[in-house]
């Protein structure tokens, strides 16, 4: 009889036991997943913004390719224009001397 008692009354306060250690179990186990959908939820975010930013550094990028060849060309017409005008110079130092030669012969002839 005490036997019995004793066999129940362990059996009892096991069960108990492992009933509260189960339910305690389970409720960290559900705090950790709501954790780790936070953290996916979280990452997920992280990505999307990198994503945007690659995007737009992509497109950053892009433009200063477009930009680096338009100030290329625009060196290479400077130099040009460079070119030109000094030619125009050459060519005006030559008229100009022109002028006043013809200028000298004018005043001789007066």
């Known amino acids: 009889m ?4 004793s066999l129940l009354t362990i ?6 036991y492992l009933f509260v250690r189960m339910f305690y179990f389970k409720s960290i186990t ?4 709501r954790s ?9 975010e992280a990505e999307i913004l990198i994503r945007k930013y690659q995007i737009q550094l992509q497109r ?5 390719d477009i930009l680096t ?3 290329s060309k625009l060196r290479n017409e400077l130099k040009i224009l460079k070119q030109r005008n000094t030619k125009h ?5 030559r008229l100009n001397g022109k002028i006043k030669a013809l ?4 005043d001789a002839l007066l």
Not at 11 to 16: A, H, N, R, T
Not at 103 to 106: K, Q, T
Request: cysteine-free; proline content about 0%.
């Open 36 to 44: 780790n959908d936070l953290m996916k939820l979280t990452l997920q």
């Open 103 to 106: 200028e000298g012969r004018v």
């Open 2 to 5: 005490f036997l019995e008692w």
């Open 69 to 71: 060849d338009e100030l």
């Open 89 to 93: 110079r050459q060519e005006v130092d």
């Open 11 to 16: 059996l009892s306060i096991l069960s108990v």
């Open 30 to 33: 559900s705090k950790e997943q």
């Open 60 to 64: 950053a990028l892009g433009n200063v």
